[in-house]
């Protein structure tokens, strides 16, 4: 009896262990996981300046391929047509190369019209297109373009300069804030009506594999529009138009979480960026211009095979590794950064969704300091400019892993949307809005523990 029994009870067993296994996602611990891999298996050992640059571990030989493929492209020099390979560039255009923007991967710098400025303006009527999003100026498109080719006249010249006062933290400690202003001259045609201008400078592009592959209910988990718990935080997702797609997606890249996918952000980058068409933006950032009468706008100058591996290339950049984890000062820093509720907005432990194609992207276990919801900043850093469901007090949170790292990727670190912080103690000096009571917070802290603040933050 006990043997015809036994079969039984070890199927039975088996049901409730395999039962257990099933059981739903649960909120995950910090015990257990290593805190240098903001990436997950997405993370690299790098802190020198090409520690941006480097691709996921584990990448299949033809992944590699690809990846080396559009790092190629990434890197390579734009010339206008004809040319047998990489031509199209202009008639206007911002600059020649992606590289030339984001350099090593890495910020921009905040300078306009030269071979190394990676800050370009998006320019707006303050009207809404036909999907919702900002409507660009008459005969300018939503992007000023800067350069042109021989004999073609760039649409504006934007001037630069910057006013600075000093702010006192209630300690007496003092730093200076730069404030930056902007003058637009040698314009092409005179502006037909008000406009709006909004500088964005080139963010880093590494880990946007993993910010794509995060799933759009984590994201509107995060949201809390009517600030239900109290905290000053609210954020919500930007919907933008998708041109691949044809449809409303979320908002995931862009200073104001404008774009939905790595792909479309590429594609839009070069046509507007480097005037160079593709499948997807196929038709030249000045077209309609009285000045580009004879560009040809009947075919793309970017191969789709190039555009994809740029894209791929882009998705498949790993994440710096923290440092200096186990430092007294930087696990105070990290403590009194939770007690500030700074992870209100600039979540930490992130589980990325399924991609089979791409293992190391795959639920992983992440930490990228952002929620990609937008959030009020205040006056003092409003643009005034309207994209999508984004306001013009309203940004997008900017991941912070790799944050220490921007003096070595970039030579000279620059912060915020538009580079005016030169130093990660001002860019947070800066934030309001939503962020107010701990900005606020941070100014009443001690010296030290602000300095460990930084500290901690350097360490990402």
């Known amino acids: 009896m006990r043997s015809r029994k036994l079969p039984v009870i070890i199927c039975i067993l088996a049901v409730v262990t395999m039962c ?21 298996l997405a993370t690299v050992f790098d802190a020198s ?36 390979v990489f031509g199209g560039l202009g008639p206007i255009f911002n600059n020649v190369s992606c590289v030339s923007c984001h350099h090593n ?34 005969g300018y498109g939503g992007q000023i373009q800067d350069q042109g080719l021989f004999g073609i006249q760039a649409e504006a010249n934007m001037d630069i300069s910057y006013v600075e006062s000093p702010f006192t933290y209630p300690d007496g400690s003092t730093v200076n804030l730069r404030r930056p202003f902007y003058t637009m001259k040698n314009a092409y045609k005179a502006m037909a009506g008000t406009y709006y201008l909004s500088p964005r400078l080139a963010p880093p592009v590494f880990g946007l594999g993993l910010l794509e592959n995060i799933p759009e209910s984590t994201l509107l988990s995060f949201e809390d529009p009517a600030d239900r718990d109290g905290d000053g935080i609210k954020g919500h997702a930007n919907y933008v138009f998708n041109p691949q797609t044809n449809r409303k997606e979320i908002g995931r890249f862009g200073l104001k979480a404008n774009t939905s996918t790595i792909k479309v952000q590429v594609a839009t980058a070069y046509q507007q960026d480097m005037g160079v068409t593709s499948m997807i933006r196929t ?55 939770a007690q500030l509720n700074c ?118």
């Open 343 to 460: 992870g209100g907005c600039h979540r930490t432990a992130i589980r990325t969704g399924l991609d089979i194609a791409v293992p190391a992207l795959s639920n992983q276990r992440i930490n990228p300091y952002t929620d990609l919801l937008l959030h009020d900043m205040g006056d003092g850093l409003a643009d005034g400019y309207d994209d999508y469901l984004a306001n013009g007090k309203e940004w997008r949170t900017a991941p912070l892993w790799g944050i220490g790292l921007f003096e070595k990727t970039n030579g000279t670190p620059y912060y915020l949307h538009d580079g005016r912080a030169r130093t990660i103690e001002e860019a947070i000096l800066w934030h309001g809005g939503e962020a107010e009571n701990a900005k606020t917070n941070f100014t009443k802290l001690t010296k030290t523990d602000r300095q460990a603040v930084i500290k901690f933050l350097r360490s990402l």
């Open 283 to 337: 038709h030249e950032a000045s077209w309609g211009q009285p000045q580009s009468i004879g560009i040809s706008a009947d075919k793309y100058d970017l191969p789709d095979s190039t555009l994809n591996a740029v894209a791929f290339y882009v998705k498949t950049l790993a994440v710096p590794a923290r440092r200096d984890v186990a430092d007294i000062e930087v696990k105070r820093g990290e403590a009194v950064f």
């Open 49 to 84: 300046s090409k520690a941006f640059t480097h691709e996921l571990n584990g990448l299949s030989g033809n992944d590699l391929a690809a990846h080396e493929l559009g790092d190629v492209g990434f890197e390579q020099t734009f010339v206008s047509a004809p040319a047998p």
């Open 20 to 40: 257990s296994m099933c059981r739903k996602a649960q909120t995950f611990t910090e015990e257990g996981y290593d805190s240098r891999l903001s990436g997950g």
């Open 105 to 138: 991967d890495g910020k921009g710098t905040p300078t306009a019209g030269t071979a190394t400025s990676s800050l370009l303006f998006r320019i707006s009527n303050g009207m809404r297109d036909e999907h919702g999003g900002p409507q660009g100026m008459d």
